[in-house]
C-alpha cells in the first residue's frame, strides 16, 4: 500500500468463499500495525484465537490476534505482537505449539551475506522462554559457510524440536534437517552431530529445500519441498 509491505489476513468458509462476516469481502490489512511486514504461517489455539508468525522490520514478529478480528489481541505483549532481533534480517517462517502451550517458531537470519537457521520459543503470554538456549532464542550453522535456511518445524512427543529447510546456493541447494533438545541445543544423538543434508539430485539438478514437515504418532516424520 503506497509503497509499503503490509500483513493481510482472511478468513474462509468451509466450502472456500471468503467470509463476509470476518471483514468487507472477507480480507483486510493490519491497520494497527505500522511497520512493513508479512506472514507467514498460522495456527488456531482451543480459545479460537489464533497465532501467527513471519517478519516485521527487520525482526521475527509473533501475533496474536481474536477470533473474530484482524486487529492484534492487546492482551498479548506489545499491543498483541511480540519482535525479537537476531542481529541480522531476520525471517520466521514457521511455528509450532507445543504441549505445555509454548510456541517454536524458525526461520533464518541474514547477515553480511550470510545466512543461518534462527529458532526461538515464546511462553504462552508471548515472553522469550529462557529455559530454551538461556536467552529464548538462538541461530544454528550447518558447516560453516552460512547459506542455511528454516521453512518448517515439527514437534516430537518428547519435546525435541525437528528444522528442516535448506543450505547451499542456487544450484547447489540441498534439503537439511537438524534436532533441538528442549534447552536448545543440537541433539547430537540425531543424524550426523545432529544434523542431516539430504541430496535428492534428481536429473543431476541440485536446488533443493524442504517446506514442510509432518511429525507421525511414532515420532516418525516426514519432509517435502
Known amino acids: 500500500i503506497n509503497g509499503d509491505q503490509r500483513i493481510y489476513l482472511a478468513r474462509l468458509h468451509a466450502d472456500g468463499t471468503l467470509d463476509d462476516n470476518y471483514a468487507p469481502n472477507g480480507q483486510t490489512y493490519v491497520s494497527s500495525f505500522s511497520l512493513n511486514g508479512s506472514l507467514n504461517d498460522a495456527l488456531a489455539l482451543p480459545d479460537c484465537k489464533y497465532m501467527a508468525c513471519g517478519t516485521a522490520g527487520d525482526d521475527f514478529a509473533l501475533f496474536r490476534f481474536n477470533s473474530n478480528t484482524a486487529v492484534p489481541d492487546p492482551t498479548f505483549q506489545q499491543?498483541?505482537?511480540?519482535?525479537?532481533?537476531?542481529?541480522?534480517?531476520?525471517?520466521?517462517?514457521?511455528?509450532?505449539?507445543?504441549?505445555?502451550?509454548?510456541?517454536?517458531?524458525?526461520?533464518?537470519?541474514?547477515?553480511?551475506?550470510?545466512?543461518?537457521?534462527?529458532?526461538?520459543?515464546?511462553?504462552?503470554?508471548?515472553?522469550?522462554?529462557t529455559s530454551f538456549d538461556v536467552d529464548g532464542k538462538r541461530t544454528i550453522d550447518?558447516?560453516?559457510?552460512?547459506?542455511?535456511?528454516?521453512?518448517?518445524?515439527?514437534?516430537?512427543?518428547?519435546?525435541?524440536?525437528?528444522?528442516?529447510?535448506?543450505?547451499?546456493?542456487?544450484g547447489d541447494a540441498r534439503s537439511l534437517v537438524c534436532r533441538l533438545n528442549q534447552n536448545g541445543s543440537l541433539d547430537l544423538s540425531f543424524g550426523?552431530?545432529?544434523?542431516?543434508?539430504?541430496?535428492?539430485?534428481?536429473?543431476?539438478?541440485?536446488?533443493?529445500?524442504?517446506?514442510?514437515?509432518?511429525?507421525?504418532?511414532?515420532?516418525?516424520?516426514?519432509?517435502?519441498?
Not at 532481533?85 to 502451550?101: E, I, L, N, P, Y
Not at 514437534?155 to 528444522?163: F, H, M, N, V
Not at 539430504?198 to 507421525?216: K, M, Q, R
Request: with cysteine; net charge negative; charged share 15%.
Open 192 to 225: 550426523n552431530n545432529g544434523w542431516i543434508d539430504v541430496l535428492f539430485g534428481y536429473n543431476n539438478v541440485w536446488d533443493e529445500s524442504c517446506s514442510s514437515i509432518c511429525v507421525l504418532s511414532d515420532d516418525r516424520f516426514l519432509i517435502g519441498g
Open 142 to 170: 550447518y558447516n560453516g559457510i552460512g547459506l542455511d535456511r528454516a521453512y518448517a518445524v515439527g514437534l516430537q512427543a518428547d519435546g525435541k524440536i525437528i528444522i528442516a529447510g535448506t543450505t547451499g546456493s542456487m
Open 79 to 129: 499491543d498483541g505482537y511480540k519482535l525479537v532481533s537476531f542481529g541480522g534480517t531476520d525471517v520466521a517462517t514457521a511455528m509450532a505449539a507445543d504441549a505445555d502451550g509454548k510456541y517454536v517458531v524458525v526461520g533464518y537470519s541474514s547477515l553480511n551475506g550470510n545466512s543461518y537457521f534462527a529458532a526461538a520459543r515464546f511462553t504462552a503470554n508471548g515472553t522469550l522462554d
